[in-house]
């Protein structure tokens, strides 16, 4: 009788030496006449353990990471197939506290099933959400959404309901669902993670929406740099087809609904949806005005529902479970669960999936375990590159959408960037002007114009004879930008740089009086 190993097949284990380990263990099993066998799951998010061996024994599948392919025959030697000690070992698997503490939803299948197996995926609780849809009527679907308090999981964090309803009540001979997985920010990977380890949760998300507003044709954006993500879509797609959750005929409910995978431009503006919807038209990725709305003129000039991954990776548990029992988690009105994204100098890096309200501090230090160089941690970039930089005296506001607001940072798609002592806040600030000056899509002046003029200005703060002129010239410049940008690109350039500017003056040569200065 073999036993049954585990080892993720997720692009972060597999640049970690994954699929090494993989050849590793069928060798030393051969030498030993010992029958194993290994099923590539998903990951659960754990980097720092990368690549992770579960072993399934009678206590539960134990953990031994991370491992390196020379770590392969001490393994064997150790017993590890009966979950014997190790110097890699971490115990039962669920037991590890980075797990344990969590309170996944959306990411409750992660590292548990095979990606691409349909009867995984229906074992764990696959696609009773579209089924329960189907026995729906549409109106209703879109009521739960709206009941759940459920928001884009990005930048803005509307609430997706009302854009499902805006769509439903349109009249229209055509109407698009799109998936926005041009997942650009840096420290995050929580889209990635979805579209290889359970892609048909984004699946059936997507086909809710499809079903509840009257949209016959969905499209997935996704990232060019994700190839592996792009293959495992492809392959799911057609997988869900086959079986009937996608098509012509939906779980027999006589509704259609067809998906298309569109590899995304390699530009970073084309994360906002309407330069998205140009690309996809195979037109130059180009921010349109608004109004009018995409949710009535969006792909193809017809109404389209657009959100991101793990908006739309929401929806089914909340078809499964419940509107009030998606709202039950969180704060205020940030409902449900954000899986948060640890990531830059800290000591374990990976994925967090815990209800919103919980603080910052308890991220780095419970989770993350303080910074990997063992340096105090300086500041926390928190919602990407265009997110601010947020100091220690900031540490413990709660992580919901309206708390940051109010401190002028955004939560966005929940990556966190960590940077120790070491770091110059001044030149990270110019970094966020000269990257939105590298990719603006050129259409408004205060994002391609003043991008430009912002970077030249931060290097003159650390040369001017008259710091005080340029540090009000900048915040003038981030006024103009934050107001005046026809989209997100130019109006949060200025998060990462008034963060910087107020939180860490001495970075830029300035007193604390200069910095303030009116």
Same mark, same amino acid.
């Given at each position: 009788?073999?036993?049954?190993?585990?080892?993720?097949?997720?692009?972060?284990?597999?640049?970690?030496?994954?699929?090494?380990?993989?050849? &590793?263990?069928?060798?030393?099993?051969?030498?030993?006449?010992?029958?194993?066998?290994?099923?590539?799951?998903?990951?659960?998010?754990?980097?720092?353990?990368?690549?992770?061996?579960?072993?399934?024994? &009678?206590?539960?599948?134990?953990?031994?990471? +991370?491992?390196?392919?020379?770590?392969?025959? #001490?393994? *064997?030697?150790?017993?590890?197939?009966?979950?014997?000690?190790?110097?890699?070992?971490?115990?039962?698997?669920?037991?590890?506290?980075?797990?344990?503490?969590?309170?996944?939803?959306?990411?409750?299948?992660?590292?548990?099933?095979? +990606?691409?197996?349909?009867?995984?995926?229906?074992?764990?609780?696959?696609?009773?959400?579209?089924?329960?849809?189907?026995?729906?009527?549409?109106?209703?679907?879109? %009521?739960?959404?709206?009941? #759940?308090?459920?928001?884009?999981?990005?930048?803005?964090?509307?609430?997706?309901?009302?854009?499902?309803?805006?769509?439903?009540?349109?009249?229209? !001979?055509?109407?698009?669902?799109?998936?926005?997985?041009?997942?650009?920010?840096?420290?995050?990977? #929580?889209?990635?993670?979805?579209? $290889?380890?359970?892609?048909?949760?984004?699946?059936?998300?997507?086909?809710?929406?499809?079903?509840?507003?009257?949209?016959?044709?969905?499209?997935?954006?996704?990232?060019? $740099?994700?190839?592996?993500?792009?293959?495992?879509?492809?392959?799911?797609?057609?997988?869900?087809?086959?079986?009937?959750?996608?098509? !012509?005929?939906?779980?027999? =409910?006589?509704?259609?609904?067809?998906?298309?995978?569109?590899?995304?431009?390699?530009?970073?503006?084309?994360?906002?949806?309407?330069?998205?919807?140009?690309?996809? $038209?195979?037109?130059?990725?180009?921010?349109?005005?608004? @109004?009018?709305?995409?949710?009535?003129?969006?792909?193809?000039? %017809?109404?389209?529902?657009?959100?991101?991954?793990?908006?739309?990776?929401?929806? +089914?548990?909340?078809?499964?479970?419940?509107?009030?029992?998606?709202?039950?988690?969180?704060?205020?009105?940030?409902?449900?669960?954000?899986? *948060?994204?640890?990531?830059?100098?800290?000591?374990?890096?990976?994925?967090?999936?815990?209800?919103?309200?919980?603080?910052?501090?308890?991220?780095?230090?419970?989770?993350?375990?303080?910074?990997?160089?063992?340096?105090?941690?300086?500041?926390? /970039?928190?919602?990407? @590159?265009?997110?601010?930089?947020?100091?220690? =005296?900031?540490?413990?506001?709660?992580?919901?959408?309206?708390?940051?607001?109010?401190?002028?940072?955004?939560?966005?798609?929940?990556?966190?960037?960590?940077?120790?002592? =070491?770091?110059?806040?001044?030149?990270?600030?110019?970094? &966020?002007?000269?990257?939105?000056?590298?990719?603006?899509?050129?259409?408004?002046?205060?994002?391609?114009?003043?991008?430009?003029?912002?970077?030249?200005?931060?290097?003159?703060?650390?040369?001017?004879?008259?710091?005080? /002129?340029?540090?009000?010239?900048?915040?003038?410049?981030?006024?103009?930008?934050?107001?005046?940008?026809?989209?997100?690109?130019?109006?949060?350039?200025?998060?990462?740089?008034?963060? &910087?500017?107020?939180?860490?003056?001495?970075?830029?040569?300035?007193?604390?009086?200069?910095?303030?200065?009116?």
């Amino acid at each position: 009788m073999s036993v049954t190993l585990f080892v993720p097949c997720d692009s972060a284990a597999l640049a970690a030496g994954a699929d090494e380990v993989v050849d &590793a263990l069928h060798k030393e099993a051969t030498a030993r006449g010992v029958a194993i066998d290994v099923q590539r799951n998903s990951s659960r998010g754990m980097f720092w353990l990368e690549p992770l061996v579960e072993v399934v024994t &009678a206590q539960g599948r134990v953990s031994y990471g +991370p491992v390196a392919f020379e770590d392969v025959p #001490s393994l *064997f030697a150790a017993d590890f197939l009966n979950g014997g000690q190790h110097a890699l070992s971490l115990g039962v698997t669920d037991q590890i506290p980075y797990l344990a503490k969590q309170q996944r939803l959306t990411f409750a299948r992660m590292g548990i099933t095979r +990606p691409l197996s349909l009867d995984d995926y229906a074992a764990h609780g696959g696609w009773l959400g579209l089924k329960n849809t189907v026995a729906m009527d549409g109106a209703a679907v879109v %009521q739960e959404v709206l009941d #759940s308090g459920l928001r884009g999981r990005g930048g803005a964090a509307f609430p997706a309901g009302i854009k499902w309803r805006t769509v439903r009540a349109t009249t229209a !001979a055509q109407k698009y669902v799109v998936c926005n997985a041009d997942e650009g920010d840096s420290g995050t990977f #929580s889209d990635r993670m979805t579209m $290889e380890g359970d892609p048909y949760m984004l699946i059936e998300g997507m086909a809710i929406a499809g079903l509840a507003v009257g949209a016959t044709k969905g499209y997935i954006y996704i990232r060019s $740099e994700y190839p592996h993500a792009i293959a495992t879509m492809n392959t799911a797609i057609a997988m869900a087809e086959s079986a009937g959750y996608l098509g !012509a005929n939906v779980l027999g =409910s006589g509704k259609a609904f067809h998906m298309i995978v569109r590899k995304a431009a390699g530009s970073y503006v084309c994360g906002e949806e309407t330069a998205m919807l140009e690309s996809i $038209e195979g037109k130059r990725g180009v921010v349109r005005a608004k @109004p009018p709305l995409p949710a009535l003129e969006g792909l193809f000039g %017809q109404p389209t529902v657009i959100n991101n991954v793990i908006t739309l990776a929401s929806v +089914p548990i909340i078809m499964v479970k419940g509107a009030a029992f998606y709202k039950d988690f969180g704060v205020g009105r940030s409902t449900g669960t954000l899986p *948060f994204q640890i990531a830059g100098n800290i000591l374990q890096g990976g994925l967090v999936e815990r209800a919103f309200g919980l603080s910052l501090r308890e991220l780095l230090f419970d989770f993350g375990g303080g910074s990997r160089s063992g340096k105090p941690i300086k500041a926390v /970039q928190v919602g990407g @590159p265009l997110g601010a930089y947020v100091p220690e =005296s900031q540490w413990d506001v709660p992580l919901d959408y309206e708390a940051y607001a109010v401190m002028g940072a955004v939560v966005g798609h929940g990556g966190i960037v960590v940077h120790d002592d =070491s770091a110059n806040m001044a030149k990270l600030a110019r970094y &966020a002007m000269e990257f939105c000056a590298i990719e603006s899509c050129g259409k408004c002046t205060p994002c391609r114009i003043g991008s430009t003029r912002g970077v030249e200005t931060i290097d003159r703060i650390g040369t001017s004879n008259n710091k005080e /002129q340029q540090v009000h010239l900048l915040r003038d410049l981030c006024n103009t930008m934050l107001h005046g940008s026809l989209c997100a690109m130019g109006g949060m350039t200025p998060y990462p740089v008034l963060s &910087a500017l107020n939180h860490y003056p001495a970075d830029f040569g300035l007193e604390t009086k200069e910095a303030q200065v009116l």
